[in-house]
């Protein structure tokens, strides 16, 4: 008897006991990833892009101020070099080709400051996209994640090339005058596309024959410098002690770097080969892609300006079959 009391004691201890254990808490979700350090590291590269970017700005500004002022120098020698010859012309001769001489090297040197810079902003735009990228990767949502992404295509914009497709230009007897207007607004449409690429490429040719052309005036100088000099020497002995001569003030010689580099969008030349597959020979693009390769501005020039040519007869070419399908829309009309 005193077993079975005992044992429906401890039935009832065990019952209790488990109602009145407290339910085990459920598992906790895991926290997402801490993305503090991440928005720093994000932050300090905005810093060493904004940084760099005024960097840039400052060496450019730079260049371009050099640039403007090589170009009145050679401006002012080209001047005292058409004037009557005498001795003060050639003393203000010599100052004045020391002087481009030293602005010249002046400007080399900042254009090569200027790729430097460029290359490390380029470097320091790198990683700020890749922190970016590591932060949203870590979890950053709402207001902040939006932000990140517009700055993320701000530092990587996205410029569509389309190649362009021309419009049919078969003209199809069959069809009514509805049809015909259809056909010619398509023209017109593939006309104004033509008209942009040749008013681009005609820009970027008068800029590339602007360069070349200031290119061959610097050798020209240079050259007739140091012919100048080498008569000079034949005629009079240099005293000891004297300014340089006008070959020395010049430069180390005609082939050396034109005082202005490749300047202006490139993207009308560049993107040729793939917008303009349908319109101009092949051989056309060919050529465009020689002379940029060559990096002679002389040569670019030609090359871009039969691309024009090229767009130009093609245009024409539109125009007229355009006005061929409005007269027969017209004569179509007339018969109805």
Avoid: C
Wanted: zero cysteines.
């Amino acid at each position: 008897m005193l077993r079975w009391w005992l044992l429906l004691v401890l039935t009832v201890a065990s019952a209790t006991a488990r109602a009145q254990r407290a339910p085990e808490p459920a598992a906790p979700a895991p926290a997402p990833a801490d993305v503090a350090p991440l928005t720093a590291a994000t932050a300090k590269a905005q810093d060493v892009v904004g940084s760099a970017e005024r960097g840039t700005s400052q060496v450019a500004a730079q260049r371009d101020a050099l640039r403007q002022r090589l170009n009145e120098q050679l401006v002012a020698i080209d001047r005292l070099k058409q004037g009557p010859r005498g001795w003060r012309t050639k003393s203000q001769l010599e100052d004045r080709l020391s002087e481009a001489n030293e602005t010249r090297q002046q400007l080399e040197a900042t254009e090569a400051r200027l790729a430097e810079a460029q290359r490390q902003l380029a470097a320091a735009r790198g990683a700020l996209v890749r922190a970016i990228d590591a932060e949203l990767a870590a979890g950053a949502a709402g207001p902040r994640a939006g932000s990140l992404q517009a700055l993320r295509a701000k530092l990587l914009p996205k410029r569509e090339v389309r190649r362009i497709v021309l419009p049919d230009t078969k003209i199809d007897p069959r069809l009514d005058p509805e049809e015909l207007d259809e056909q010619v607004a398509a023209i017109r449409e593939g006309e104004a596309v033509l008209e942009r690429q040749i008013r681009g490429l005609e820009e970027q040719a008068r800029e590339l024959q602007r360069i070349d052309d200031l290119r061959r005036q610097h050798d020209r100088t240079i050259e007739l410098d140091k012919r100048d000099d080498n008569t000079s020497r034949r005629n009079t002995q240099q005293p000891s002690g004297a300014r340089p001569g006008l070959a020395d003030a010049a430069g180390p010689s005609p082939t050396s770097s034109p005082p202005e580099g490749i300047g202006g969008s490139s993207s009308f030349e560049s993107d040729a080969p793939v917008v303009l597959p349908e319109v101009v020979d092949p051989a056309v693009l060919d050529g465009l892609t020689r002379a940029q390769r060559s990096g002679d501005p002389g040569q670019r020039a030609t090359a871009v300006r039969k691309a024009r040519d090229a767009v130009m007869t093609k245009r024409e070419q539109l125009i007229r079959k355009r006005k061929e399908i409005e007269s027969l829309a017209r004569q179509r009309r007339q018969q109805r």
